[in-house]
């Protein structure tokens, strides 16, 4: 895929880049090392001056920041803005507690028969972030806030079809304060990931994207004995149950289901409904859809805008075609408009059943499916029919019920009549096809360090005797 800003309103090829030749490659990595060397010895307080001048550099230029996304991906930029104030907040979230989170932690020196023990947490070297492009600054910064932070430094290899933003994040930490080279974005095409992987500078990796993508970097790390963070697909159910209170259910599905255009991993995408609410939800969640306005991103009028690249429309509509094939029902949406760019409207389907791809594969683009269940267990059953376990809804307000979900969805997060977003005060990251480790919070920062146990006798410097174990 070239590496290239194409407007997916228009289709047109803006600017295309050349990628780093095995040369320039190669210097990067070797920056990268020695950048490491040196700011792994930062102190905590002035990390935290630099990440807090990166949070205003993106506060002073939202406008602008937020047309470049809208341009390179399509997202509306309303959602744009929404993005830079997220990533601005996660700087200083992580400027404010990376200290805390990597105190030292005594331990019992008695018991391990020490004058004192602790463990301290050390940064690993450079992490190779490989990113996607449904959320560019979002996705990337929620690694580089807190692997900064830690003392690490970040190498982005992130989409080829984002690579203004990337580069714009490089600018950005640089702009900060930050040394040189301690976060470089690597024009590159994905045949490259696996030699920067392997190489014995890089330390470590994350991944954003696809479970065939999170596969293989997880294969490469594994023989290479290289941690790595994966955030992968997802098809997260949406339950809604008799006590729930239906009209806001149903306003909340269709921004969940419709949210940066449908494209986001934690997206609600099965919509599973108690049966003796069904028909209500239906006509509620259907109203909601339909009243979504598709067009022009760079309207602030516009909920929804055309999908990043020509082939992701074409594959939502072939699993949309397919389940309609097979008996689905379309209620809302179901065809891409005859306009320029990669449009496609707000879709809800019903009459979903297990031999239509959609039922198990990630529709990523505007598609709601709606299901029927009889009772809670049903509900549950049909929630964690799937390979993926990443986000999860389910709207009820009685007490059991809620205890009932957020036990057995099996799923890395559980929202209760909320939609599932990310806060940097949460951890973030799935289960199952959906990918292992976490991201933001403390333990989003720990990822990416190393737990040390330091453990230091009595001093005597009188006996010169030679200890021997027991």
């Not at 935290?48 to 949070?55: D, I, L, N, S």
């Not at 990630?362 to 809670?376: I, K, R, S, Y």
Request: with cysteine; charged share 20%; aromatic share 8%.
């Amino acid at each position: 895929m070239a590496i290239a800003t194409i407007n997916p309103t228009t289709g047109e090829t803006l600017k295309t880049f050349e990628p780093l030749t095995d040369a320039e490659l190669e210097d990067r990595l070797a920056r990268a090392a020695a950048a490491f060397r040196s700011y792994r010895l930062t102190s905590f307080a002035q990390r935290a001056q630099w990440m807090r001048a990166a949070a205003d550099v993106l506060d002073a230029e939202t406008d602008t920041l937020a047309e470049l996304m809208t341009t390179e991906m399509g997202k509306t930029v309303k959602a744009a803005r929404a993005e830079i104030g997220k990533c601005a907040a996660g700087c200083r979230y992580y400027a404010e507690h990376a200290e805390q989170m990597l105190a030292p932690a005594p331990v019992d020196a008695a018991a391990v028969k020490a004058s004192s023990a602790y463990v301290v947490w050390q940064p690993l070297g450079p992490v190779l972030a490989v990113m996607p492009w449904n959320f560019p600054m979002w996705q990337a910064m929620r690694f580089a806030a807190p692997a900064l932070m830690a003392g690490n430094v970040g190498l982005l290899k992130h989409a080829s079809n984002v690579p203004q933003t990337a580069l714009f994040l490089e600018e950005l930490f640089r702009r900060a304060g930050f040394p040189d080279d301690v976060f470089q974005t690597l024009l590159v095409g994905s045949d490259k990931v696996e030699a920067i992987l392997r190489d014995d500078r890089v330390a470590a990796a994350t991944l954003t994207g696809s479970t065939p993508a999170g596969r293989s970097v997880a294969s490469i790390a594994g023989d290479a004995l290289k941690t790595t963070v994966l955030e992968l697909g997802g098809s997260d159910p949406f339950v809604v149950m008799p006590s729930a209170d239906l009209e806001k259910a149903a306003e909340v599905a269709a921004t969940a289901r419709c949210q940066n255009n449908g494209q986001s991993c934690i997206a609600a995408k099965r919509f599973i409904v108690h049966a003796d609410v069904a028909e209500r939800f239906e006509q509620l969640f259907a109203d909601a859809m339909g009243a979504l306005v598709l067009g022009d991103p760079t309207d602030d009028g516009t909920d929804v805008g055309p999908l990043a690249t020509e082939q992701g429309r074409k594959d939502v509509q072939e699993l949309v075609d397919d389940a309609v094939g097979k008996g689905a029902t379309v209620l809302v949406g179901g065809t891409a408009p005859e306009r320029p760019g990669w449009y496609y409207p707000p879709t809800l389907l019903s009459g979903v059943t297990k031999d239509m791809r959609m039922y198990y594969e990630e529709v990523f683009g505007p598609v709601a499916q709606l299901h029927v269940v009889p009772d809670l267990d049903a509900a549950l059953e049909l929630a964690n029919d799937t390979e993926f376990g990443l986000g999860s809804n389910a709207w009820t307000n009685d007490p059991a019920e809620q205890e009932r979900f957020a036990r057995d969805l099996n799923a890395g997060m559980v929202f209760i009549n909320g939609m599932t977003a990310s806060y940097p005060e949460l951890p973030f990251g799935g289960v199952k096809s959906s990918g292992y480790g976490r991201e933001l919070s403390d333990l989003g920062i720990r990822e990416f360090c190393s737990a040390k146990s330091v453990w230091i006798g009595e001093s005597d410097a009188g006996d010169t005797s030679t200890a021997r174990p027991e």
